[in-house]
């Protein structure tokens, strides 16, 4: 559809992709790729992923490109990555096999279902694991977790790396640490051994910590260096650390008692979410990663640190990005990737592609940044009046040329505001069911999503748009003929990845003269969990969990080996005690380390130091002033599709979530004056927005109050309301809201200032203040929602 | 209430149990009831279906004890459902202060029984023993927490004097494909 006296029309695909092609050249040509700009979701299967990353990345090759979930790309939790963990190593299997589970910034109960029921609960039911919980707000599975023997830690937002360091303490203090392990898996500067300095010649050169800071101030030169500054920050202290996080003395020498492992006998496992690094994403989890060390945990069955992931995951890079063209940079280091949204903001982007996304709605500070998106299309004069292809052209060559911004969306449904307000060009995408695709699950399990009906009208699969869109530009090599060609070629890009390594299941099927997605179909809804490897016909891979990782059916069959050769799935990453078979890995390459050893020069884990002062500004500035509450916010396991239709198509949830809700303590409800069933407005005027790309040259450029001093942020405003919840189960001085609501999105209120470690956002640092406006209709009545509290055991 | 086709009808696109109520055409008379309307809720009326059964004496007001569930069979033997006095207004609830309720406790996600499970001081029935769903027994047995999908299934009620009537059921018993 062509956008057309502000009305959006149907047209042909070629008229729609003639207009895209053209106005895309022109931009590239006269503006620059920089100019040009894609906004992408990072999982709706590998060959749609494939297909958009090779035409932005490596055939347009801009910078300005970035997942759905942030402004930049990038790692997502950079501390744990840094310090040479998988992020998606673990096993669903190590999850229940643990005698201790510290669970940050996420409840699995609302947003991992299938682990939490069937491996996390029955192990707290069976095995008696228990559950370290750390959260704002109690959650049906904290309340579980807890009321089984486990332990709920009720933090303030954004200072859960006080609360680690901490309980690190106090297991240093206490010798609670696993020597065995840390003496043999850590990296130590001071030893002779090959560790962290000496790895391949280079040093300490090569570890991503010295790509965004010279400061000295990250590493470790280990455990030894470890230990001395963290008894010397004032921050581990456990009466300054209850202080800053809210959680009581108490339950922090509970937690350490808990994760004491002296005797190196207790397993101990770590899974983290958004909660932690999308509050304070480097100094969460660098944290997280040392107390993970401290605890014997990284590298053995059970013993596991990585996300417990979200939606199932099926990204795939076609191209490469071009990191020497973004203007991002640390403070006197290397370049950072682009932060799209400030690129947007600063007038820079004059064509953006969205795909399978909302942009604006489910980024930070989103009122704000619509803001932005009205001045630079609705706005602006050259508006398309026409629907002759020339005509279309010439009026939105105009746009750009004006400083506008033309704007094509690409999704499954019309999105409002990106698809209904913004885009000038809609192009209406086949999903799963209506296309054979496929993705990989939270332990790296493959699996093939049948093609079971045809897609609506003349909706297609998106490698199919992006295909028809780059041969007009006239890129080559987008002849694929099916979702299993793009399958296909794209298995040798997928060699790098820890989460879908599948190229070896390619080779086999063409061994055996199948096509890919024939033999992957024969792994059933099991799938095979990547990295798929060839070894020899007669190898036994026998770690534990091992039953999981195919079905049994194809384990014993012939469809899995040719010539002397087999392929098995993995049921861990960097699974140290696993004696790897010998040779044969040459059959298909994989990087062996990745499979026994941790991802660092050595092989050995890093020790991070998480300096609390580098955020310490920021947060004294961000946090709540006078009668202001946190508003941080979350996904429920109610409406977990977020940004799909989920809200507005299924009518109990209609019925349940006509409107967000928010909860709020009783004592702060009642300084305020307000009741369960109370609409509410929450509201701020100091919403700071890092307004403009710039490059950091002294090293502390990038440090929140050198931006202030600069003139980098602006103060914007935002409000949403919401239906009061009061509840005792959400920590006093914060509130909660579900953060994707269509139209009362929470992330108004979230502060549009990425961590400039890493460029992620802390979406849950939200801050405003409360205030009752009137009752709502639900208030009294009974038919929508219901205020009783979730943590009822 | 009301009891006819064009309500019906307008269900299918707007009620507590949307593609349930095909089901229902096949058995027991049917029916819808007009929820309490909101104003402002953005859907038109809601409807929910009422699979009618033979009118069945349950039990007497005056016996019931507040926050004291009692169980009791209907519309056939096999279903046992709770009757209970919650000591807050409820929705479709009957006596002086609109707070005697029935529901069958089964939970709606798969089946976990949530007979013993009543919280007195929330007036919700949960966690499921089997994934933790909580249902809000003032407000049609709606889902406060949790994997279900759909209300726990609501017995009406009518009083007659002291005695309490069962009439209906708002909603499908889990694990059958009709009320009968």
């Not at chain 1, 999704?411 to 000038?424: E, M, N």
């Not at chain 1, 189960?729 to 990425?754: C, D, E, I, W």
Request: positive net charge; proline residues 4%; glycine residues 8%.
């Amino acid at each position: 559809m062509i956008r057309v006296f502000d009305t959006l029309m149907p047209v042909s695909w070629d008229l729609a992709l003639d207009v895209a092609a053209e106005i895309s050249k022109y931009v590239i040509k006269n503006h620059s790729e920089n100019a040009w700009a894609c906004k992408t979701y990072s999982y709706q299967f590998i060959e749609n992923t494939y297909a958009i990353t090779r035409f932005a990345l490596k055939d347009i090759n801009t910078p300005a490109f970035a997942w759905h979930d942030s402004p930049a790309v990038g790692e997502e939790s950079a501390g744990i990555a840094f310090a040479g963990f998988q992020t998606f190593g673990p096993g669903y299997w190590d999850r229940a096999n643990a005698d201790v589970l510290f669970i940050s910034g996420t409840d699995p109960y609302e947003t991992k279902t299938i682990l939490w029921n069937e491996w996390i609960m029955p192990a707290i039911k069976k095995r008696g694991m228990k559950v370290i919980m750390v959260l704002p707000r109690k959650t049906a599975g904290a309340a579980f977790a807890e009321a089984n023997g486990g332990l709920f830690l009720d933090v303030y937002p954004g200072t859960d790396t006080v609360l680690h360091m901490a309980i690190a303490r106090i297991l240093v203090e206490n010798n609670w640490v696993d020597m065995e392990f840390i003496k043999n898996w850590t990296s130590n500067f001071f030893s002779e051994l090959w560790e962290t300095e000496s790895g391949f010649g280079r040093g300490t050169r090569n570890t991503h910590w010295q790509w965004i800071t010279t400061w000295g101030k990250l590493e470790a030169k280990g455990f030894e260096d470890f230990k001395k500054w963290l008894l010397g920050e004032k921050e581990s202290d456990i009466n300054t650390a209850s202080q800053i996080t809210g959680v009581s003395v108490e339950k922090i020498r509970k937690a350490a008692e808990m994760l004491a492992n002296g005797d190196g006998k207790k397993k101990v496992s770590f899974g983290y979410e958004k909660g932690l690094y999308w509050s304070n994403n480097y100094l969460g989890t660098a944290s997280l990663g040392s107390l993970a060390l401290l605890t014997g945990c990284g590298n053995r069955p059970g013993r596991v640190l990585g996300r417990f992931g979200g939606h199932q995951r099926g990204g795939l890079g076609g191209g490469n990005y071009p990191g020497n063209k973004s203007p991002d940079k640390f403070g006197g280091r290397r370049r950072l990737t682009m932060d799209m949204d400030r690129w947007v903001e600063s007038g820079h982007v004059r064509f953006a592609w969205v795909v399978g996304n909302t942009w604006m709605s489910a980024m930070a500070g989103s009122q704000s940044q619509m803001d932005t998106f009205n001045k630079l299309t609705r706005h602006n004069p050259n508006q398309v009046m026409s629907l002759v292809k020339e005509e279309i052209i010439e009026t939105l060559k105009k746009r750009v040329d004006s400083g506008g911004m033309v704007v094509v969306n690409q999704d499954i449904y019309l999105r409002d505001p990106i698809g209904a307000k913004y885009a000038d060009i809609v192009l209406p995408a086949a999903t799963w069911g209506e296309e054979n695709f496929t993705r990989a699950n939270g332990e790296r399990r493959l699996r093939l999503y049948s093609k079971f009906y045809d897609a609506p009208g003349e909706a297609k699969p998106d490698w199919w748009i992006v295909a028809q869109w780059a041969k007009k530009m006239g890129f080559e090599g987008y002849d694929w003929k099916d979702s299993n060609d793009v399958f296909t070629e794209g298995a040798r890009f997928s060699r790098g990845r820890q989460d879908n390594n599948y190229d070896a299941l390619v080779w086999m099927a063409k061994k055996k003269g199948v096509k890919a997605y024939e033999l992957l179909r024969k792994f059933g809804t099991t799938g095979i969990q990547c990295p798929v490897i060839v070894v020899d016909e007669d190898y036994k891979y026998d770690r534990p969990g091992w039953e999981y990782t195919m079905p049994k059916a194809m384990r014993d069959s012939q469809d899995i080996r040719a010539d002397g050769y087999k392929i098995i799935g993995v049921a861990r990453l960097q699974d140290s005690e696993w004696k790897l078979p010998d040779a044969h890995f040459g059959a298909r390459y994989i990087d062996p380390k990745n499979l026994t050893a941790f991802n660092t020069q050595s092989g050995k884990a890093n020790w991070l130091k998480s300096p609390w002062d580098i955020f310490s500004d920021f947060f004294d500035f961000i946090k709540p002033k006078e009668d202001e509450l946190w508003v941080t916010n979350g996904r429920i396991n109610e409406i977990w599709q977020s940004g799909f239709d989920d809200v507005e198509r299924r009518p109990y949830i209609t019925q349940r979530f006509p409107e967000n809700f928010i909860e709020i303590h009783p004592d702060d409800a009642k300084a305020r004056g307000i009741e369960s069933g109370d609409m509410v407005l929450a509201y701020s005027e100091r919403i700071p927005v890092w307004k403009d790309s710039n490059m950091g040259t002294n090293a502390l450029d990038t440090k929140y109050s050198n931006l202030v001093k600069q003139g980098h942020i602006k103060m914007t405003k935002a409000s949403v309301t919401a239906v009061a919840m009061v509840t005792p189960a959400v920590k006093k001085g914060v509130s909660f809201m579900y953060f994707l609501h269509p139209t009362q999105p929470a992330n108004s209120l979230a502060p549009r200032v990425p961590d400039p470690l890493t460029n992620q956002y802390r979406y849950k640092l939200g801050v405003g203040k409360v205030k009752k406006i009137g009752e709502s209709p639900y208030k009294n009545e009974f038919r929508a929602m219901t205020f009783a509290r979730r943590d009822i055991v | 209430m009301v009891n006819n086709e064009d309500k019906e009808k307008e269900c299918l696109t707007n009620c507590l149990t949307t593609r349930r109520q095909f089901l229902f055409m096949s058995g027991a008379a049917t029916a819808t009831i007009l929820l309490t309307q909101i104003p402002g809720l953005g859907l038109s009326n809601a409807f929910a279906v009422v699979a009618k059964y033979p009118r069945q004496k349950i039990g007497k007001l005056s016996a019931l004890k507040q926050d004291m569930p009692v169980t009791f069979s209907y519309p056939s033997k096999d279903v046992k459902n709770i009757l209970v006095k919650l000591g807050a207004p409820a929705g479709a609830g009957i006596g002086k202060g609109k707070d005697v309720v029935a529901f069958n406790p089964v939970c709606t996600h798969m089946g976990g029984n949530l007979e013993k499970a009543y919280h007195a001081e929330y007036k919700v029935l949960g966690q499921c023993p089997f994934h933790l769903s909580t249902f809000d027994l003032t407000r049609h047995g709606i889902i406060v927490s949790g994997h279900a999908t759909e209300s726990l299934p609501q017995i009406e009620l009518e009083l007659e004097g002291d005695d309490i009537y069962a009439t209906g059921v708002i909603g499908l018993v889990y694990g059958r494909n009709s009320n009968i």
